[in-house]
């Protein structure tokens, strides 16, 4: 009897949070002033049986491209360990495509131990101090941006943002119905985290 007394504001309290963090996902906008920035910072995703890029990394790639192409920085930090069914690093096909498409390998800073989000700005915060990088701009596909900028701020100071709009289909539909959640789950482990460290 008191569960069913309970569910109804339960529910109506999920139902809120979520429609705000879905608000907040949908109108994010990405950089459209540029500033230079000391590296453009690619969250990876997946790559299929040949190694090359999936379709939604490769728009991360492109997009990354577009901004090296307008000298917004010269340097660019690929991001992405190796997954259970990848024969190598999602950032090590990312370097290879950038490299194919004219970027100074010495300009590619790869990190490849990430499993998550989380985990590709913690590793790449490491680089960017031994490399003196103080500024990012973020590229990521749009349903994922408000989430990285999110967790961004937990290691960088400066940084911007900067996606293009994926086509409209089922997979998508699907990428943005999960985010609040993930994004539920991010706060839910960073302030165990942050306990646990006191």
């Given at each position: 009897m008191r569960i069913k007394k309970i569910l109804p504001p339960v529910i109506f309290i999920f139902l809120l949070i979520y429609s705000a963090l879905m608000l907040k996902i949908v109108t994010i906008k990405p950089d459209t002033q540029f500033q230079k920035y000391d590296a453009i910072i690619i969250l990876g995703h997946s790559i299929d049986d040949e190694?090359?890029?999936?379709d939604w990394l490769l728009k991360r790639l492109n997009d990354a491209l577009y901004l090296y192409d307008k000298n917004i920085s010269d340097k660019i930090i690929v991001t992405g360990g190796q997954g259970p069914n990848d024969k190598i690093a999602v950032s090590q096909s990312m370097k290879q495509y950038l490299v194919a498409q004219g970027v100074l390998e010495n300009n590619i800073y790869i990190e490849n131990e990430s499993r998550n989000t989380y985990e590709n700005f913690k590793f790449s915060k490491s680089i960017a101090e031994k490399e003196d990088i103080n500024s990012i701009i973020i590229v990521t596909n749009d349903f994922h941006m408000y989430r990285s900028a999110l967790i961004c701020k937990k290691f960088f100071d400066n940084f911007g943002i900067?996606?293009?709009?994926?086509?409209?289909?089922?997979?998508?539909?699907?990428?943005?119905?999960?985010?609040p959640f993930s994004i539920i789950k991010f706060y839910i482990e960073w302030s165990l985290e942050v306990y646990l460290r006191a």
């Open positions: 190694n090359l890029p999936g900067y996606f293009s709009n994926l086509d409209f289909d089922a997979k998508k539909f699907f990428a943005y119905s999960k985010e």
